[in-house]
């Protein structure tokens, strides 16, 4: 099992920034990927970001040129730094732990979840 805590979340006007962290622990070695996914309200679950222990990353296209994925292998922690946030951004962020192979994610961990609010 892997497990994982988010932090960062919070409220921030439309044009700010945030910087998620998600920390892993438990059975690291199982895994070679981290990302978010996100949820709005009465929405599905979509990726955001995603970041192989190779450096790979991934972006959805809603947030290409705002967002950075980014990683510390050895303080097995992902980041998502998020620039220019739009109140369409507003969602909870849950960080996510899994296989990365052949462009191809396979998450399998979820964490419990971060709030992030952008007001208009």
């Known amino acids: 099992q892997v497990q994982l805590v988010e932090s960062g979340g919070g409220l921030v006007q439309a044009g700010g920034s945030l910087r998620l962290s998600c920390v892993a622990s438990?059975?690291?070695?199982?895994?070679?990927?981290l990302g978010w996914y996100r949820q709005a309200p009465e929405k599905q679950r979509e990726l955001v970001a995603g970041?192989?222990?190779?450096?790979?990353?991934n972006y959805a296209y809603f947030v290409k040129g705002r967002f950075t994925i980014s990683g510390d292998n050895a303080k097995n922690t992902v980041y998502l730094q998020m620039n220019s946030l739009k109140p369409e951004d507003t969602a909870v962020y849950y960080c996510?732990?899994?296989?990365?192979?052949?462009?191809?994610?396979?998450?399998?961990?979820w964490g419990q979840g971060t709030q992030v609010t952008v007001s208009s």
């Open positions: 996510v732990a899994g296989r990365y192979s052949t462009n191809r994610y396979e998450f399998h961990y």
């Open positions: 970041i192989s222990s190779g450096g790979i990353t």
């Open positions: 438990g059975s690291i070695a199982s895994i070679n990927a």
